[in-house]
């Protein structure tokens, strides 16, 4: 069982970073394919970055590419979105979520999730 919570939302000018953390409890966290999605008011849950437990491969939405980083800190069992040139579309409750697969990017596919934090970009 891995639980995780998520840390650094807040509300930011359209340009401005945020980073936001996100902490899970658990020995093998190192194992498990980490997550972020995102979910704005009236719409479904995206998709944002993915990265895997081993080699720490890395995967975007088309949307974020190049502005979002997604990392890992395995001995903080610790994962980061360093977001940058936010933008109001950014606006959204992101989750953390973790899986025991690699390199996916769907959200079934994920079987821990954390509670969520806001992201509010205004312009």
């Known amino acids: 069982q891995v639980q995780l919570v998520e840390s650094g939302g807040g509300l930011v000018q359209a340009g401005g970073s945020l980073r936001l953390s996100c902490a899970a409890s658990?020995?093998?966290?190192?194992?498990?394919?980490m997550g972020w999605f995102r979910q704005a008011p009236g719409k479904e849950r995206d998709f944002v970055a993915a990265?895997?437990?081993?080699?720490?491969?890395?995967y975007y939405a088309d949307s974020v590419k190049g502005r979002f980083t997604i990392s890992r800190d395995n001995a903080k069992n610790t994962v980061y979105l360093q977001m940058n040139s936010l933008k109001p579309e950014d606006t959204a409750v992101y989750y953390c979520?973790?899986?025991?697969?690699?390199?996916?990017?769907?959200?079934?596919?994920?079987?821990?999730w954390g509670q969520g934090t806001q992201v509010t970009v205004s312009s």
């Open positions: 979520a973790g899986s025991r697969y690699s390199g996916v990017t769907t959200e079934h596919e994920y079987a821990y």
């Open positions: 990265i895997t437990g081993s080699l720490s491969s890395t």
């Open positions: 658990g020995r093998t966290f190192g194992s498990y394919s």
